[in-house]
C-alpha cells in the first residue's frame, strides 16, 4: 500500500513539475490540459521508475568520472524519452531541454522534501 500512494505523489509531483517547467521555460511546451499533463506525468513517471536504473547502470562510470554532472545526460536522455513517446510535451531547443532539466529536478526535490515526511515510518 505504501509503495502505491509513493508512486502517486511521484506521479503528483512530476505533473506539478512539468506544469511549472512548461509555464516558465520558452521552447518547453505542455499541454494545458489535465489529461495531457497526466498523461506526461505517467509516463516520466514510469521511465523513472523502470528506465531510469538501467541508464543509470549504463552511464554509472561516466557519472563517476565527471564528478556527478553526467547525471545531467541522464536526465536530458530521459526528457528526450519523455519528449519522444508523449504527445502533450514538446521541447524545441537545446537550451529548453537543458532548462527543463534544472526546472523540473528542484521542483521536484522541493516537493518531495515537503511530501516524504508523511511517509516516513517511526520505528
Given at each position: 500500500m505504501l509503495f502505491l500512494l509513493r508512486i502517486l505523489?511521484?506521479?503528483?509531483?512530476?505533473a506539478c513539475a512539468l506544469f511549472v517547467a512548461g509555464s516558465f521555460i520558452p521552447g518547453f511546451t505542455v499541454q494545458r490540459s489535465f489529461s495531457g499533463i497526466g498523461a506526461a506525468?505517467?509516463?516520466?513517471?514510469?521511465?523513472?521508475?523502470?528506465?531510469?536504473?538501467?541508464?543509470?547502470?549504463?552511464?554509472?562510470?561516466f557519472i563517476f568520472l565527471t564528478?556527478?554532472?553526467?547525471?545531467?545526460?541522464?536526465?536530458?536522455?530521459?526528457l528526450v524519452m519523455?519528449?519522444?513517446?508523449?504527445?502533450?510535451?514538446r521541447i524545441t531547443t537545446f537550451?529548453?531541454?537543458?532548462?527543463?532539466?534544472?526546472?523540473?529536478?528542484?521542483t521536484a526535490f522541493a516537493l518531495h522534501l515537503v511530501f516524504d515526511h508523511f511517509f516516513k515510518r517511526e520505528h
Open positions: 505523489l511521484s506521479l503528483s509531483i512530476n506525468a505517467l509516463i516520466l513517471t514510469i521511465l523513472h521508475i523502470f528506465v531510469r536504473p538501467i541508464l543509470k547502470i549504463f552511464l554509472t562510470p564528478l556527478g554532472l553526467g547525471s545531467l545526460v541522464l536526465h536530458a536522455l530521459i519523455l519528449d519522444y513517446f508523449s504527445q502533450s510535451i537550451t529548453a531541454l537543458f532548462e527543463g532539466i534544472i526546472l523540473i529536478s528542484l
